[in-house]
């Protein structure tokens, strides 16, 4: 496995996840990309034999619409899921979320 900014990223959000008291639903922010945020939740408990550790969604404020998430049995995984949700965030010039530099 490749070991990059991303894969520490994620892993760094998996265990600060971890560390929560039991129950506390609160997802942690990865990113913000202009009106999107990139987040990670703890998985919700279920009867697939296995589990995944934690889910990778994207946001989008400006709308209050979830675009897309990715359930993750990995650290690896959960790293994809962040640089695929990174290129979709990412604003294109003339597009709705596009802010010119200042």
Request: proline fraction near 8%.
């Amino acid at each position: 496995m490749e070991y990059n900014l991303t894969t520490l990223r994620i892993s760094r959000a998996y265990v600060s996840l971890l560390s929560r008291p039991e129950g506390d639903a609160t997802a942690i922010s990865l990113a913000w990309i202009g009106d999107y945020e990139i987040r990670m939740h703890a998985a919700p408990p279920t009867a697939a034999a296995r589990q995944p550790l934690f889910i990778v969604d994207i946001f989008d404020h400006d709308e209050q619409l979830f675009i897309d998430s990715r359930a993750c049995h990995t650290v690896a995984e959960g790293a994809v899921a962040f640089d695929e949700f990174l290129h979709m965030a990412e604003p294109v010039i003339g597009g709705p979320h596009y802010k010119p530099p200042v």
